[in-house]
């Protein structure tokens, strides 16, 4: 799967919606038969009461595994970055994702999120590699609907971006982006 775009729409698109499930369990195994579910984890994202969410799991089949302000380069919205570290640091997701990278530091570990979840996914993974937690050649990030959320100094961390104006159906037109202002990616919306 590593790279594929067909097969992130397929695998990532589900797994990242699993995480507003109150179990992800169902859809995991719909999409990655024969993975098993970590666990869930859930805090509170803000004063208003909001909850931020997400989940590990493992697919020792298919040598995958994954979990749904940056302090090395760049600056990220403060609501993104406590949301993200109040899963990583609080919600104990930290401590398990290092786990599982010490356990299987060959297999790959797949980030993924939508939306809000999307952009503590891209923080998620620029963190787990600069602060060395897996290789970095072994981390791929693929996000669904995320906001902007760092300044140009951070986006130099996530690599490439993939465009979609509309929806991202199979053979749907879109954009390889080049840079972090490509006119012809978000940076035209």
């Known amino acids: 799967m590593r790279g594929s775009s067909c097969r992130a729409g397929d695998i990532l698109m589900p797994l990242a919606s699993a995480a507003y499930a109150p179990d992800p369990k169902p859809c995991l195994n719909i999409v990655l038969d024969g993975a098993k579910l970590i666990r ?3 805090v ?3 004063s208003s009461k909001n909850t931020c969410s997400g989940y590990t799991w493992i697919d020792e089949s298919r040598k995958m595994m994954g979990l749904r302000k940056f302090h090395n380069g760049g600056e990220v ?4 970055n406590d949301g993200f570290f109040a899963l990583w640091k609080n919600g104990g997701m930290g401590n398990i994702v290092q786990e599982m990278s010490r356990q299987h530091p060959d ?3 797949y980030i993924t999120g939508h939306s809000l979840g999307g952009s503590m ?5 620029a963190y787990i590699v600069s602060s060395g937690v897996h290789p970095p050649n072994r981390v791929i990030l693929y996000t669904f609907g ?3 959320i760092g ?21 749907a037109p879109f954009v390889i982006c080049k840079g972090n202002e490509d006119p012809k990616c978000s940076a035209k919306l």
């Open 40 to 42: 869930r984890f859930e």
């Open 44 to 46: 509170p994202c803000d």
């Open 151 to 171: 300044d140009t100094q951070f986006t130099k961390h996530l690599g490439t971006a993939v465009f979609y104006e509309n929806d991202m159906e199979v053979g």
């Open 107 to 109: 297999f790959d570990l």
């Open 77 to 80: 919205v403060e609501y993104f």
């Open 146 to 148: 995320q906001p902007r």
């Open 121 to 125: 996914a891209a923080i998620a993974a």
